[in-house]
């Protein structure tokens, strides 16, 4: 009896850590080589599919229904991100994936789905609510696509250079935003909303939340962009100058390190670039002007 | 003992009554309900969906209208994929979404759908009427009085049929987006696709489908 009991308890524990193993977050990897090229989307068929996955290839796609109103838009999304980060997906036709190892996970199209070394890592769910602005806007899609895959320029990319070390087109030179000041003893924080984006709430309450402890540290700046051309024109003015191609909400600039999106994982490194700036912090819009 | 014989004749045919009117009352639906996701932005009902359809089918107070057009004249070669409607649900009947108002914002590749004549042309949310009958075409195919499913390859001409019949005058509460023949799984699956003669082809004759023949129809003077 106390033999089986053993037995027993030793299994939930073998089944409780394989659990847990399975959940660890997965590091950010490389897709293979030839998909950081010139972005376009490349059809599959399931057993071109199946072939992917035997070759245990790093890859990801597009799982859609031709001519499907439904899947039009979240294609258009997609189509700008290959072209912006020079990137290759596959994508498959929902009505091809019966019988495939994508079966199993992917219930609705549209969907897109991540794959490392066959085995899939994650996927987009239409009938998920946490999903929906993936969906729906670049930098809520980038945001989580990037969590996984590394994006090929990222590992040359340094971001504690300060602008004197890059030498990006200035547009801010002839901006002059009234009630914006620089303080020595604070760093100021812009940051570019949308009336009605999720993830701006998000930020609006973490600001919010850390206002009480750091506030003394920074100056915070708010400008909506979808419905106020003028502030939709200088996100993309204070976006190149800092060496950026964003197209969505949030973005935030703070010192010399700039944001786009914001999700839980964001936090700390706000809070990070606020405490190890807010001293004679550089400025964007301040440095454009005196040049 | 007659007394006996007719007490149950009588309680014979009082249950016989119930019987019969228990069978004619249908039960009610649940209020039109958009479920989670970007499922619920394209108006797919939570409740009366593809997983549940099966147990809404064959009431007499409601129509079934499945939106997809028979053939799809989008380029396939370009992105492959079936154009064709290679299936449907047993009950739906075929009304070609883009017959009714004018179609946009497919991939480029894929070039236009159908862009021919169309009963009426969408203008900044306003539908406007092309042909006299429009209106009246309309009101037979989905009738106010009636409960309308609509459904099609993955809900998203079913949901803006059901934009168009809002905008239009008809109760939405009335009209349900079950979502997409491809996510049907359920018992009254209809087989068009025919690969049984050593080739592909179509078995279009068992679509109950509703053709508009616009030459017969009377232009609106602009």
Known sequence: MKKGILIISSLLVIISLVAILN???????????????????????????????????SFAIFIYQPACTTSSEFSELLTEFETVYQMTFYQIAFS?????????????????????DGKIVDYLKADDDEDTTRYQLFDSF???FTEYVLLKNEANYDDTDTSSDI????????????????????VNIYFF???????????????????????QYYQLYTFETWYDDENADLMQRFATTMGDSTRGVPYTIIGNKSFKGFSASSEQAFLDAIMTQYQNSYDVYFESRNE | ??????????????????????????AELPKPEVTDG?????????????????????RKDSVYRDMRMLIDPGNYEAIGGDA??????????????????????????????????????????????????????????FPKDKNIFLMCGGGGYAGMTKTLLVALGWDEDKIYNVGGYWYYEGSNNVTVKNTSYGDVSYDFWKIPYHDIDFDSLHEVLK
């Open chain 1, 23 to 57: 959940k660890q977050k997965v590091e950010p990897f490389y897709l293979e080589d030839r998909y950081y090229e010139a972005g376009a989307f490349i059809e599959i068929g399931s057993n071109e599919l199946e072939e992917l996955i035997k070759n245990k290839e």
């Open chain 1, 96 to 116: 091809d994936i019966k019988g495939t190892n994508l079966e199993k996970y992917i219930q609705y199209y549209p969907s897109f789905a991540i794959y490392k």
């Open chain 1, 142 to 144: 980038a945001s989580w």
């Open chain 1, 167 to 186: 030498k990006q087109e200035n547009m801010l030179k002839d901006v002059v935003l009234e009630n914006v000041t620089y303080d020595e003893n604070k």
């Open chain 1, 193 to 215: 909303w949308g009336n009605g984006c999720p993830h701006c709430e998000e930020q609006f309450s973490f600001l919010e939340s850390i206002e009480e402890e750091y506030g």
């Open chain 2, 1 to 26: 003992m007659k007394k006996k014989c007719y007490k149950i004749v009588l309680v014979l045919l009082l249950c016989i009554t119930a019987c019969a009117c228990s069978n004619t009352k249908l």
């Open chain 2, 38 to 58: 970007i499922r619920g932005t394209f108006g797919i009902d939570k409740n009366i969906n593809e997983s549940t359809i099966d147990q809404y089918l064959s």
């Open chain 2, 84 to 141: 064709y409607l290679s299936g449907f649900v047993k009950g739906f009947e075929v009304v070609p979404y883009p017959y009714l108002v004018n179609v946009s914002g497919l991939p480029d590749e894929v070039g236009d759908t159908y862009t021919g004549t169309t009963l009426f042309t969408e203008e900044d949310g306003k539908y406007i009427a092309n042909y006299e009958e429009s209106m009246e075409i309309l009101e037979y195919l």
